[in-house]
């Protein structure tokens, strides 16, 4: 229960290197120019890096939820009441665990930051929800049900998870996973400005100035990746085991860490095999694609549609094409090898929600 408490390759390695000389001679001649800092332009407090990389092994954490969650009764109307007359936009719920290492660095990396805090709990009241609590909540349309099954209703798969409610009641937005520090103050951007109301996140991102491009290679090559053409059809016939369909981009740090870490791993390696396997660019408009629904379309177009907005993303779809789950958010090696497992011996079948098969263990 939530309780209250204060071989990445040698190649690889100089692409990484290369970046990083790139982006000092950048800030080097932008300094030497005496280029003026706008009063109205945000400073980037927080490099793409920035929170990336953390130790996702299942352990003893009892990690609790910060003092500055307001104290619920888990009567969900009635805190959103409270966060009105607070003069709040709305109600920020977190879905957590005490032994949740991505909860963990939700809380080290992004909410010890006092600009991202302070952001947040400014236009939203927060309280906290146990994905495995037995704790009754009465949900906004008046259900009774346990923390857990709320969770279950939500869809949400992974800690941790934050569903923004406006002032009256309205989902905007549901993060379903950890992202780092800059890609989370681009998250609250989009629900605290009501940026939803534009279109998806994906496409609000997309409107966004795209960040610098370096000179460097393309996205990451593997053996176990199936070559095109990608026709993934299995309306006509169906497959004969899942797919995995890996959403990457070029200069993706993110993703030279999945190749560098745990797709070395020996026994993510297994699961793959037991697999098909396809990679696709998330900014490629030209590479054709036939879907496992039959729809024919470029990798770009079905990524927006997917509203595929993190990289590396990896969707699973099983053997008549149905998406089964996907990997949306910073994902390290326990993680992805337990939804390799989760979806090999069909978990889903039983368990709704992935954190609900976890824990059956």
Known sequence: MLGKTGSGSDRRSGRLLAAW??????????????APVLADEPVPEASETEGLQFDDTPRRIGLGTPDWFRPSFLDIEEDLELARERG??????????????YCEALFEQNFSQDDIRSYLSEHFDVIAIDVLGS???TTLEGETLEEKEWARSMGLNFTPSLAFFDADGEGIHAMRGYYPPYRFRALLEYVIDRHDREG???????RAEPPPKFDL???????FFDPPPHDLDRTREAGERPLVVFFEREACHACDILHSEPLQNQQVL??????????????????????????????????????????????????????IIRLDSVAHLNRVRNVM????????????????????R
């Open 135 to 137: 704790r009754e909540v």
């Open 200 to 206: 998806s996140f994906r496409e609000y991102l997309d």
């Open 217 to 223: 290679e393309d996205i990451n090559e593997r053996d």
């Open 270 to 323: 297994e699961q793959i095999s037991l697999m098909d396997a396809v990679q696709l660019d998330m900014g490629d408009d030209a590479t054709r694609v036939v879907t496992p629904d039959g729809r024919e379309t470029t990798a770009a177009r079905w990524s927006r549609d997917l509203d595929i907005h993190w990289a590396p993303s990896m969707v699973f779809f099983d053997e008549q094409g149905d998406e």
């Open 341 to 360: 497992e989760y979806v090999l011996t069909r978990g889903y079948e039983d368990f709704d929600t992935f954190e609900r098969w976890r824990a059956r």
């Open 88 to 101: 709040r936009k709305g109600l920020a719920v977190y879905f957590g665990m005490d032994d949740c290492p």
């Open 21 to 34: 000389g790139a982006v000092l001679m950048f800030a080097l001649v932008w300094a030497a120019a005496g």
